[in-house]
């Protein structure tokens, strides 16, 4: 995607206004800085990933099944619920998932029940490589939030979710406390865990 590097000051967003009257300037201020901003986090925690030789997508894949594994029923999912979760075609995930498996992050293992199923585990590879990724790329996270208190990413989070809901209000899924680290939002499995 192409990105201004300097964005246009409010004033010449007027401006523009004048020539074409469809533009809002105060929501396409907005909407250049959002774009700005998850710019600069795409860019600053992709570094940690790149570093490991794995694309965004690829480590997607890899913190779904690292979850699914902290959960009691399984530690594996369906390309179908990969492809659901992540976001993505089924097309994209079964591409993801093949550059995974040919790399030994992940196996796929025929389901005994239904063979027309072929869950998706993660390895112990997968795991080193989550755990040689995973502390730096949080790292990042952390240091690009951190010129924020925890009242303003509440706020942050608030605004941002009522963009996606279009417009909906709805308090933020992590209650955050002053001093305190958020409370987990999901099952957690530490890295170390065995791999089933």
Request: charged share 25%.
């Amino acid at each position: 995607m192409l990105l201004l590097r300097d964005l246009p000051r409010y004033e010449c967003l007027l401006e523009e206004a004048r020539r074409f009257p469809e533009l809002d300037p105060s929501a396409c201020e907005v909407y250049l800085h959002l774009l700005r901003a998850g710019d600069e986090a795409f860019r600053s925690c992709g570094e940690p990933l790149e570093a490991h030789g794995i694309s965004a997508g690829r480590f997607t894949v890899l913190m779904l099944l690292l979850r699914k594994r902290g959960e009691a029923d399984s530690g594996a999912l369906t390309p179908a619920e990969l492809a659901d979760q992540a976001g993505v075609t089924r097309a994209t995930m079964t591409g993801l998932i093949d550059t995974l498996e040919r790399d030994g992050f992940v196996r796929r293992e025929p389901d005994p029940h239904d063979r027309r199923m072929t869950p998706v585990t993660l390895t112990p590879a997968g795991e080193s490589l989550l755990q040689g990724v995973v502390p730096a790329y949080f790292q990042r996270m952390g240091l690009l939030v951190a010129p924020l208190s925890e009242a303003e990413r509440r706020t942050l989070v608030t605004l941002l979710s009522k963009l996606v809901r279009g417009g909906e209000t709805e308090e933020p899924s992590i209650p955050f406390t002053s001093g305190a680290s958020p409370a987990p939002a999901c099952a957690s499995v530490p890295l170390n865990s065995p791999v089933t």
